[in-house]
């Protein structure tokens, strides 16, 4: 058999194996169900095969059509969430789960409905609540809130820093007259607190401590209570009396020209005090000082701030400080 007769075999068996498989199609595909189908679709599409031999008349004509249901009819009875109820949901509380949440957390964002809610969320979370001032907000989402924000915080930063430069600062080893003053007073047990270098009373202190005495010469700043005059003695030896430490201001006699004739009142009965420091800003404490004594014997056990600064009062206005005196 030469190869001419068996390709025109081989073409008969493939034709009637295509006949075949079509009339099984168009039997499969009758017109009342065709009619059926297309009353329950919303969208029709048609599928024309188109004969792929000349010899076949049965696939001259066979038309397929294909539904496409709604999601209704896979779906069952199930109805869609309504936008209420997705929103009633997203706001209901994180602890208790039951009713919509009130309050927002500052820190975490977690939303809860009462104060039993939100103790318990902080112990549930480790959180205390407190808003992070210096997280990341993207440039997208930054707002005047966001700015008035980091505007306070600046302020409370420039705050902090200002507060810890005017408080009285220990020894820190600035320099070696610091040093060696804080350390001589120390050894005198006495508590000696230096300012910084900006301060007009760390500018105006002239205190020395002398080798030669073994003591402080103290920078003494003498207030007159009565009369609103202030004097400074630049350098004045502990172991001097308060009594003659004044003299050169209320005494005539002296030939000095410290004298003031508005001080000649305190050349007689005169009482002297010392504030006390470290207390509240509302509170005012004195220690009383024995003027027939010098600071080498009065300031051991006190708290001195630059330099002694002392009042000196006359007996009518003694009450003003005797309030609550402390004796030295």
């Known amino acids: ?25 168009s039997q499969a595909a009758p ?9 329950c679709c919303e969208h029709h599409s048609t599928v024309s095969v ?10 001259k004509s066979i038309e397929t059509e294909k539904c496409q249901f709604p999601d209704s009819a896979t779906s069952g009875d199930r ?48 959180c205390d609540g407190i808003r992070c001032k210096t997280s990341f907000v993207g440039k997208e989402h930054y707002n005047e809130n966001n700015l008035l924000s980091d505007y306070r915080f600046l302020e409370e930063v420039n705050r902090c820093a200002c507060k810890n430069d005017r408080g009285p600062h220990p020894y820190n080893g600035r320099s070696k007259s610091m040093k060696l003053q804080i350390g001589k007073a120390a050894s005198m047990n ?25 003591g402080f010469l103290w920078h003494t700043e003498w207030i007159f209570f009565n009369s609103n005059v202030t004097k400074c003695t630049k350098r004045f030896p502990d172991d001097v009396a308060l009594n003659e430490g004044i003299k050169k201001f209320t005494s ?11 001080l000649t009142s305190y050349s007689g009965d005169r009482y002297f005090f010392m504030k006390m420091e470290g207390l509240p800003a509302n509170t005012e404490q004195y220690y009383k000082l024995d003027g027939t004594k010098g600071f080498r014997h009065l300031l051991p056990g006190k708290t001195v701030i ?14 003003k400080f005797e309030n609550s005196p402390v004796s030295g």
Not at 2 to 24: F, H, P, Q, R, W
């Open 1 to 25: 058999m030469d190869k001419t007769s068996i390709y025109e075999k081989s073409c008969g068996m493939n034709l009637n194996l295509e006949e075949t498989s079509a009339v099984v199609r």
């Open 31 to 39: 017109d009342m169900k065709k009619e059926s189908i297309s009353g």
């Open 50 to 59: 188109e004969p792929q031999d000349e010899n076949e008349d049965c696939l």
């Open 79 to 126: 109805s869609p969430m309504k936008e209420n109820d997705v929103s009633e949901q997203t706001n209901m509380c994180w602890s208790c789960r039951k009713n919509v949440a009130k309050y927002k957390c500052p820190k975490c964002s977690t939303q809860t409905c009462s104060v039993a809610c939100v103790k318990h969320h902080k112990t549930a979370m480790n």
């Open 190 to 214: 006495i508590s000696l607190k230096l300012l910084p270098p900006s301060f007009s009373m760390r500018k105006q202190n002239s205190t020395f401590y002398c080798y030669r005495r073994k």
């Open 252 to 262: 005539p006699q002296l030939e000095d020209c410290s004298f003031d004739p508005r």
């Open 306 to 319: 630059e330099f002694p600064r002392i009042f000196v009062v006359l007996p009518d206005a003694r009450d």
